[in-house]
């Protein structure tokens, strides 16, 4: 059974930091990509950042880049997000899912599995 378990999310300020965590089993893929997706309320689910197995190669929705870093742990099996430099419009919960493949994705509908997500508020 495919597990993803997020966690690290909690309120902060505005130019804090978090980082969260996905720890990741169950799966068999050969490659896969996990990505870090959020949906603030009212809102539709966007892809913040994901990254690749088979090489560490990675991807960033424009609004984070230069501020959240995307990275893996393969022995742990956990992918995280570090946040710096938070907005109150990063606001939101965050999932983390994962697709079979190398291709890099920010959509939703390539992800075959997903976490529960994990809350994050950043207060102005």
């Known amino acids: 059974e495919v597990q993803l378990v997020e966690s690290g999310g909690g309120l902060v300020q505005t130019g804090g930091s978090l980082r969260l965590s996905c720890a990741a089993s169950?799966?068999?893929?050969?490659?896969?990509?996990i990505g870090w997706f959020r949906q603030a309320p009212g809102k539709e689910r966007e892809g913040v950042a994901c990254?690749?197995?088979?090489?560490?190669?990675?991807s960033y929705t424009n609004s984070v880049k230069g501020r959240f870093t995307i990275s893996s742990d393969n022995a742990k099996n956990t992918v995280y997000l570090q946040m710096n430099s938070l907005k109150p419009e990063d606001t939101a919960v965050y999932y983390c899912?994962?697709?079979?493949?190398?291709?890099?994705?920010?959509?939703?509908?390539?992800?075959?599995?997903w976490g529960q997500g994990t809350q994050v508020t950043v207060s102005s």
């Open positions: 990254i690749s197995s088979s090489n560490g190669a990675t």
């Open positions: 899912a994962v697709r079979s493949g190398r291709m890099l994705l920010l959509v939703r509908q390539g992800y075959n599995y």
């Open positions: 169950g799966f068999t893929f050969e490659d896969y990509v």
